[in-house]
């Protein structure tokens, strides 16, 4: 592993990280590392991503550096190939061929360190009948099957943001990847790719269903099952204030104390009876309904239900919990997540705000022992679909 002359909290600390500019999973599997201590630069292109995003409020580019690098300019490949011959890890996310095309490819970079972890973001992979088509979070679980657990069975299926897939089946994936090979080369001094797919991801997140399914414990429709809004005690409902509460009220114990405080104890019976299902919600729906939100928050409050408000983005920062805990901070004006998971003996940490394209090349010159880079040129580099 090479050792990186910048100072940096966090387990990572000392590990190089070259992160190709893109967008979705990719920069934030970059901004993960970072928060854990990696030294990660951020290669961007002449122009900037085209997403028409301030970089000064894009919270996946903290912890960075970065320089701008044309890799169409006849120098641009060779200044890439200096960067990856100092890494730990290059992340890229682009079309499979784009970066051998480019000269940049895992051949190219292990020709120059054969150390380096080649970590691959894209939706398809890099094989496969779809393996060149554009994509999106939504098509990739759409195929896994995984977007159509999620929702009412009366309604099509609920899109769940862009967190399933490109966060989690995509950048968590990645970066277990990454740290996986990097192991092994620091056991071994071989370095390899790791081809992180989102359908390769958002499907492994569904292995226990899938055991549920083959174990006849899961009916392969929406709304019907214990986790997918079927069961009544495992759900959401609204208040009389047109907000809602999280009930997941699933073992017994939990259940009667769900009971008892909403006011339904002759309900018990309920709870491994599904013809009183039906039933069920609807007394539970109408209890619900009779309060506020905040109302039904001071009474659950202090038990052991496993019922909680529903918050919204604006409101979360401030729940007592949150905030004791410090899950999210403030940083450069901007309320964001901190960093986690947590470490006792290498606490992670927001070091610096997001990096601005370019404003770090110097640094990067300096630490990495590489030659001052001319000003860049205006053209663009290829957009980097997954």
């Known amino acids: 592993m090479t050792e990186a002359k910048t100072p940096a909290g966090g387990p ?50 903290r912890n960075k550096r970065s320089v701008v690098v044309d890799l169409k300019a006849p120098d641009g490949p060779a200044r890439l190939l200096d960067l990856a011959e100092r890494a730990d890890i290059l992340i890229e996310g682009y079309r499979p061929g784009v970066a051998e095309r480019l000269g940049v490819g895992p051949g190219d970079c292990h020709a120059r360190n054969p150390r380096l972890v080649y970590g ?53 994936y990645l970066v277990v990847g990454v740290l996986a090979a990097l192991h092994h080369a620091r056991a071994t001094g071989t370095g390899q790719v790791v081809d992180a797919a989102i359908v390769d991801g958002t499907a492994h997140l569904s292995a226990m269903i899938h055991g549920m399914l083959a174990a006849g414990a899961w009916q392969d429709r929406r709304g019907a099952n214990l986790l997918d809004g079927g069961c009544p005690y ?56 009779a309060r506020t939100r905040d109302a039904w928050t001071a009474v659950f409050e202090g038990t052991d239900a496993c019922v909680a408000p529903v918050l919204s983005l604006g409101e979360a920062p401030h729940h007592p919990h949150l905030a004791a805990r410090g899950t999210f901070t403030d940083h450069g004006g901007i309320t964001q997540p901190a960093p986690a998971p947590r470490f006792s003996v290498t606490p992670a940490a927001i070091r610096t705000g997001p990096a601005r394209p370019g404003a770090g090349a110097d640094d990067v010159a300096r630490d990495w022992d590489l030659p001052r880079p001319a000003a860049p040129s205006n053209s663009s580099e290829p957009s980097p679909p997954q």
């Open 120 to 172: 691959r973001m894209t939706g398809w992979g890099q094989e496969g009948p779809l393996a060149d088509r554009a994509g999106h979070d939504i098509a990739y679980i759409a195929l896994t099957g995984t977007l159509g657990v999620i929702g009412d069975p009366d309604r099509p299926p609920a899109v769940p943001a862009n967190l399933l897939g490109d966060y989690a089946g995509g950048s968590l």
């Open 234 to 289: 495992y759900g959401t409902y609204a208040t009389a204030d047109g907000r809602h509460m999280a009930v997941g009220a699933l073992e017994p114990r939990f259940y009667a104390e769900f009971l008892r405080l909403l006011g339904l104890e002759d309900q018990a019976g309920a709870h491994t009876d599904v013809t009183r299902w039906p039933e069920l919600r609807e007394r539970v729906a109408a209890r619900f309904k």
């Open 12 to 61: 990572l600390a000392g590990v190089r990280v070259v992160e190709l500019a893109g967008i979705g999973p990719g920069p934030f599997a970059a901004m993960l590392l970072a928060d854990l201590g990696a030294d990660v630069v951020r290669v961007d292109r002449p122009g900037g991503p085209g997403l028409g995003i301030d970089p000064a409020r894009d919270i996946t580019l």
